[in-house]
């Protein structure tokens, strides 16, 4: 895995991450779901790898995933003795370490390829799951946030329902099953909505269209 690759790789650990999650809230129980949760760092680790180059892991940055895998190894303690807002912090962290780096090699370096392409791609997802989390930590804090959600569910309950609406006010569909009430989770709302309209109108339908000015040059020489 290096640079020409590696968005490739993020891709698809992005994609198992989300798969699993919805997975394991559809055909297990809640101790599966928090065991998906705590095993999906793992996958984190994968994308940590492939962000920005080989010497990441001396990085700074890569104290987050090695302090998730710890706290997942003891997620069932921490959880009971109401630590999970100390998980789901770590997980904010590493979301949106691992979104910069991902911004700064498709945006700051070297011509745009398909693999900066797919960066793209995975920087809109690591957005959604960025935002994910804050819903989960706003529900979990203040729990009128979002009155179709319990005010009784655990992190890992609660946080594939707001990876489903995250995505779906990131597109901005907006179905209405899940609905904020409180003016925080309001302005997260509307403020996720927003970036991700201006990220695909403006960030990736300029990133396409140097790719494709790009090739036509090429084939006219």
Same mark, same amino acid.
């Given at each position: #895995?290096?640079?020409?690759?590696? &968005?490739?790789?993020?891709?698809?650990?992005?994609?198992?991450?989300?798969?699993?999650? !919805?997975?394991?809230?559809? &055909?297990?129980?809640?101790?599966?779901?928090?065991?998906? $949760? @705590?095993?999906?760092?793992?996958?984190?680790?994968?994308?940590?790898?492939?962000?920005?180059?080989? /010497? &990441?892991?001396?990085?700074?940055?890569?104290?987050?995933?090695?302090?998730?895998?710890?706290?997942?190894?003891?997620?069932?303690?921490?959880?009971?003795?109401?630590?999970? $807002?100390?998980?789901?912090?770590?997980?904010?962290?590493?979301?949106?370490?691992?979104?910069?780096? +991902?911004?700064?090699?498709?945006?700051?370096?070297?011509?745009?390829?398909?693999?900066?392409?797919?960066?793209?791609?995975?920087?809109?997802?690591? #957005?959604?799951?960025?935002? !994910?989390?804050?819903? +989960?930590?706003?529900?979990?804090?203040?729990?009128?946030?979002?009155?179709? #959600?319990?005010?009784? @569910? /655990?992190?890992?309950?609660?946080?594939?329902?707001?990876?489903?609406?995250?995505?779906?006010?990131?597109?901005?569909?907006?179905?209405?099953?899940?609905?904020?009430?409180?003016?925080?989770?309001? &302005?997260?709302?509307?403020?996720?909505?927003?970036?991700?309209?201006?990220?695909?109108?403006?960030?990736?339908?300029?990133?396409?269209?140097?790719? #494709?000015?790009?090739?036509?040059?090429?084939?006219?020489?």
């Amino acid at each position: #895995m290096d640079e020409r690759d590696n &968005f490739v790789y993020l891709t698809f650990a992005l994609i198992l991450l989300l798969l699993s999650t !919805a997975a394991a809230q559809q &055909f297990f129980d809640q101790s599966m779901q928090r065991l998906v $949760q @705590s095993t999906t760092v793992m996958t984190l680790l994968v994308a940590v790898w492939g962000v920005k180059s080989k /010497n &990441f892991i001396l990085r700074k940055a890569f104290i987050f995933p090695v302090a998730i895998l710890l706290v997942a190894l003891f997620s069932n303690w921490l959880d009971d003795a109401g630590f999970d $807002q100390f998980y789901l912090l770590l997980l904010l962290s590493f979301f949106i370490s691992t979104a910069i780096k +991902t911004a700064r090699q498709v945006l700051f370096t070297g011509d745009i390829d398909g693999n900066k392409i797919l960066g793209a791609i995975c920087l809109y997802l690591l #957005m959604g799951l960025i935002w !994910a989390v804050l819903y +989960t930590l706003l529900q979990l804090e203040f729990s009128g946030s979002f009155p179709a #959600m319990s005010s009784h @569910s /655990n992190w890992f309950t609660l946080f594939p329902e707001f990876i489903y609406f995250s995505f779906v006010t990131i597109t901005t569909l907006g179905f209405g099953d899940i609905s904020p009430t409180l003016p925080v989770a309001r &302005f997260l709302v509307y403020l996720e909505a927003i970036v991700g309209q201006f990220y695909l109108a403006i960030l990736v339908a300029s990133l396409v269209g140097s790719r #494709m000015s790009s090739l036509s040059s090429h084939k006219t020489k």
